[in-house]
């Protein structure tokens, strides 16, 4: 299971930190990923981050902006977001695929994150 928090209501230029706390399999034997959804549009994938937390990547668009980061003992993945704009708006998921067997994935319900004046 996963468990996102954190979301909210942020004007432009601030920032907004997401958590997922996983729970019910082992998490360091899962790479995590941060996906979004905005209305009208498609997913969009965000960030990632390998079990041991030594390899991040990130979508362009959040480059220099986001950061992901994990603590593999408190089982929780973390999305620290600066400088929102209004096309962050979106619902924020949180993922965990199995590193080696890719076909067991886990997805969090979402976290509503609201970037406007």
């Known amino acids: 299971q996963l468990v996102e928090s954190g979301g909210g209501w942020v004007q432009p230029g601030g920032s907004l930190r997401l958590s997922c706390t996983a729970s019910g399999f082992t998490f360091s034997n899962f790479d995590m990923s941060w996906v979004r959804h905005t209305s009208g549009q498609g997913p969009e994938w965000v960030s990632a981050i390998n079990g041991g937390g030594t390899d991040t990547y990130y979508a362009p668009s959040v480059q220099g902006r986001f950061t992901i980061s994990r603590d593999n003992a408190k089982n929780t993945v973390t999305l620290q977001m600066n400088s929102l704009n209004s096309e962050d708006t979106a619902v924020y998921y949180c993922?965990?695929?199995?590193?080696?067997?890719?076909?067991?994935?886990?997805w969090g319900r979402g976290t509503q994150v609201t970037v406007s004046s």
């Open positions: 993922n965990g695929r199995h590193f080696v067997r890719s076909n067991i994935e886990y």
